[in-house]
């Protein structure tokens, strides 16, 4: 016989109740089903169970709390992940870097594996490996961890973690409702957190107006320098955004007691997507090297380069060609407690500065064709990109 809990359970979660039709047809899979909605939801729960007995009010309220931690944890799995991740300029620039050692941005642990000691019932966490050492960011279960940020700097590990997002009902309205944050926590301090971190530096969270907010791309530690992309996007039905700049910061000025001082780096921006076009950052000697291609009208292409003084902003450009090839880099695979040696693909780029020779791996590949040879390696179909360039 069905007690009269168990027949409310049962019209709750049978759509009966408007409270459940609010939260969409699948709240699992669904853009709308927000951590503020859930919340709503639990607060219906409960009054509908005031009228049974104590004991029947204790276990509804710890059902609802379980039922809540397993939702938002699987809705963390499957909600989009933001203003970042459309296909614009911007986005489209960051999903072609490459991460390599110390230089750019270490992909978090997406896999399931073992929470550090001390998360909590409500934290998830971001996980990355920098020079040989593993660090872990804790997070609310409402925030995107592949959004997550971390590089190695000389001065200590420089990170951001994800601001909170609102407005998952109208994709094209969704933003952050608080602005990015860099942090700097010391090398080998496991745990990336606020409490135990300085801060570095608080970005604006509107860009020139209410409607207009500013994002964060990929951050690229160069021994005393910080290297990061900043755009804005401008939310409604025809959401806009602007082109990602690039800017430096010293983070050795944290230690000193200054406040880090952002300054843009005016790389060239000239037919930055045409075939191979790459950047290179040379942790060793400080710069960077931008490679770009324009159309020789003879259905090839002309190769372009200068180099960049990451302390001074000065540029040159290269004599002489500069060539690049794929080489095999160590690396580890994790598997919860199961680490396997591994080997990662990378390009190497080489190029002559006054006389010397110098190497480095290519960070972050923006040319349009290496997508194309990817997908032909993948797939076995070959495209042109000068076709789909004109």
Not at 41 to 47: K, L, P, V
Not at 298 to 317: E, F, M, P
Request: glycine fraction near 10%; charge should be neutral; proline fraction near 6%.
């Amino acid at each position: 016989m069905k007690t009269r809990y168990e027949d409310e359970q049962v019209k709750v979660m049978s759509g009966e109740k408007d409270w459940y039709k609010r939260a969409g047809r699948n709240p699992l899979v669904e853009p709308g089903f927000t951590p503020q909605l859930m919340a709503r939801i639990e607060e219906a729960a409960n009054e509908t169970s005031t009228r049974t007995s104590g004991l029947h009010r204790r276990f509804s309220r710890m059902a609802a709390l379980g039922g809540l931690a397993a939702i938002l944890l699987l809705g963390a799995l499957v909600w989009p992940f933001g203003p970042g991740a459309g296909l614009d300029s911007t986005g489209r620039l960051a999903s072609l870097f490459k991460p390599s050692s110390g230089a750019a941005v270490v992909t978090p642990s997406v896999s399931p594996s073992a929470s550090p000691q001390g998360l909590g019932l409500y934290k998830i966490s971001a996980e990355f490996e920098l020079g040989g050492l593993k660090y872990y960011m804790p997070l609310p279960l409402d925030r995107n961890k592949s959004a997550a940020m971390a590089v190695e700097t000389s001065a200590g590990i420089v990170w951001s973690p994800p601001p909170p997002m609102v407005d998952y009902l109208k994709p094209k309205y969704t933003h952050n409702t608080e602005p990015y944050t860099l942090y700097l926590t010391p090398k080998g301090h496991a745990e990336l957190s606020a409490d135990s971190a300085q801060r570095l530096y608080v970005f604006p969270l509107y860009a020139g107006g209410a409607q207009s907010y500013l994002s964060l791309g990929g951050l690229f530690g160069v021994g005393d320098y910080l290297l990061y992309f900043s755009g804005s996007y401008k939310i409604g039905e025809n959401q806009k955004r602007s082109g990602a700049k690039l800017f430096v910061m010293d983070v050795r000025q944290a230690g000193e007691g200054k406040i880090p001082i952002p300054r843009e780096l005016l790389i060239t921006d000239e037919a930055s997507q045409v075939y191979k076009s790459f950047m290179a950052l040379n942790s060793d000697k400080a710069e960077l090297l931008v490679v770009y291609y324009t159309n020789d009208g003879k259905g090839g292409y002309i190769q372009h380069n200068k180099l960049y003084d990451i302390a001074t902003g000065s540029a040159q450009v290269l004599s002489g060609e500069i060539t690049t090839e794929n080489a095999e880099r160590p690396s580890k695979l994790h598997y919860g407690a199961l680490t396997l040696d591994s080997k990662d693909l990378v390009t190497i780029v080489h190029y002559e500065v006054n006389g010397e020779q110098r190497s480095t791996e290519v960070d972050m590949k923006t040319g349009g064709q290496w997508f194309y040879d990817w997908w032909y390696e993948e797939y076995g179909v070959k495209i042109d990109a000068s076709s789909i360039e004109k």
